[in-house]
């Protein structure tokens, strides 16, 4: 089974889980693991991991539009030294810092490929689901798409300053905090914004008309020469930790008003179908 199999089969012996976050008497709280293979490029600083690792937590609990409180990391590697490890928790530290959280410590151990496991709480009374969609309510999207696509490019080219620079993005704890009161369904785009939007519709039972163009980074045009290449980084590479979300439409002109950061319309709930410029959008996307 991939990671969504895995994760539908589990579905029925744990009820509570399902959104980005699970909710426990005003508390939500989330957990993540990621791979120096899978998850960290050659060229990846050892403060970008810490950042890049528990800011992944930090954007689950920025999708349930939770205040962050704090975050505890495991750090996993085939030898400590000083140097790598201070720079992670500085990184772990500082993008906590940005969102108004703690990083409180965690755990060490030894295994044979660098590893991090990433514990993140918040508090919320009014805890943002994947499962409040409505037909006519209207799809929107925090910041930019396709950082971190850019970034694997850039890391693979050898300008690794400017890739640890896109990788490192600050969770969208603000943005959630605001959109709790206004928006009827929301998660993050770690697996990127076709298969998030596939998800909530499967959540929401509703469909999706979505319409280009798309809010893609600036940063794209440096490694993607065709419309298709930008599509591709923008809509299905995924990581890039923006909120997915959907607002009545009376509602979004103060929501984007509201809102600390760009938040663009890219189309409108329907009965059914997850469309793109009105052919059907491929539930493709980051897998684990």
Same mark, same amino acid.
């Given at each position: 089974?991939?990671?969504?199999?895995?994760?539908?089969?589990?579905?029925?012996?744990?009820?509570?889980?399902?959104?980005?976050?699970?909710?426990?008497?005003?508390?939500?709280?989330?957990?993540?693991?990621?791979?120096?293979?899978?998850?960290?490029?050659?060229?990846?600083?050892?403060?970008?991991?810490?950042?890049?690792?528990? %800011?992944?937590?930090?954007?689950?609990?920025?999708?349930?539009?939770?205040?962050?409180?704090?975050?505890?990391?495991?750090?996993? #590697?085939?030898?400590?030294?000083?140097? #790598?490890?201070?720079?992670?928790?500085?990184?772990?530290?500082?993008?906590?810092?940005?969102?108004?959280?703690?990083?409180?410590?965690?755990?060490?151990?030894?295994?044979?490929?660098?590893?991090?496991?990433?514990?993140?709480?918040?508090?919320?009374?009014?805890?943002?689901?994947?499962?409040?969609?409505?037909?006519?309510?209207?799809?929107?999207?925090?910041?930019?798409?396709?950082?971190?696509?850019?970034?694997?490019?850039?890391?693979?080219? %050898?300008?690794?300053?400017?890739?640890?620079?896109?990788?490192?993005?600050?969770?969208?704890?603000?943005?959630?905090?605001?959109?709790?009161?206004?928006?009827?369904?929301?998660?993050?785009?770690?697996?990127?914004?076709?298969?998030?939007?596939?998800?909530?519709?499967?959540?929401?039972?509703?469909?999706?008309?979505?319409?280009?163009?798309?809010?893609?980074?600036?940063?794209?045009?440096?490694?993607?020469?065709?419309?298709?290449?930008?599509?591709?980084?923008?809509?299905?590479?995924?990581?890039?930790?923006?909120?997915?979300?959907?607002?009545?439409?009376?509602?979004?002109?103060?929501?984007?008003?509201?809102?600390?950061?760009?938040?663009?319309?890219?189309?409108?709930?329907?009965?059914?179908?997850?469309?793109?410029?009105?052919?059907?959008?491929?539930?493709?996307?980051?897998?684990?």
């Amino acid at each position: 089974m991939d990671e969504r199999a895995a994760l539908a089969m589990l579905g029925d012996r744990v009820p509570s889980a399902g959104d980005d976050c699970a909710v426990v008497d005003g508390q939500v709280v989330t957990t993540d693991m990621l791979h120096e293979t899978t998850d960290f490029p050659d060229g990846t600083s050892r403060y970008t991991a810490g950042w890049r690792a528990v %800011g992944a937590s930090l954007s689950d609990v920025a999708a349930m539009g939770a205040e962050a409180t704090a975050a505890v990391a495991v750090y996993a #590697a085939p030898a400590f030294e000083k140097e #790598a490890l201070t720079a992670f928790v500085d990184g772990a530290s500082e993008v906590c810092k940005q969102v108004g959280a703690a990083y409180v410590g965690g755990d060490l151990d030894g295994h044979e490929e660098f590893t991090v496991a990433t514990t993140a709480f918040g508090r919320t009374d009014r805890p943002v689901l994947r499962s409040g969609a409505q037909a006519g309510d209207t799809v929107c999207v925090t910041g930019t798409l396709g950082r971190s696509g850019v970034a694997l490019e850039l890391f693979a080219a %050898g300008d690794t300053e400017r890739a640890n620079d896109l990788f490192r993005f600050e969770p969208r704890i603000a943005a959630g905090r605001e959109l709790a009161g206004t928006a009827t369904a929301m998660m993050d785009s770690s697996d990127g914004l076709a298969r998030s939007l596939h998800q909530l519709a499967e959540a929401s039972n509703c469909g999706m008309a979505i319409q280009t163009p798309l809010p893609i980074d600036e940063s794209v045009n440096d490694v993607a020469s065709s419309e298709r290449e930008r599509l591709e980084l923008g809509a299905f590479f995924g990581e890039d930790f923006e909120l997915v979300c959907t607002i009545p439409e009376p509602a979004v002109g103060q929501a984007r008003s509201a809102t600390p950061c760009p938040l663009t319309p890219i189309g409108t709930v329907t009965d059914d179908g997850v469309t793109l410029d009105g052919e059907p959008l491929p539930d493709r996307g980051y897998s684990h």
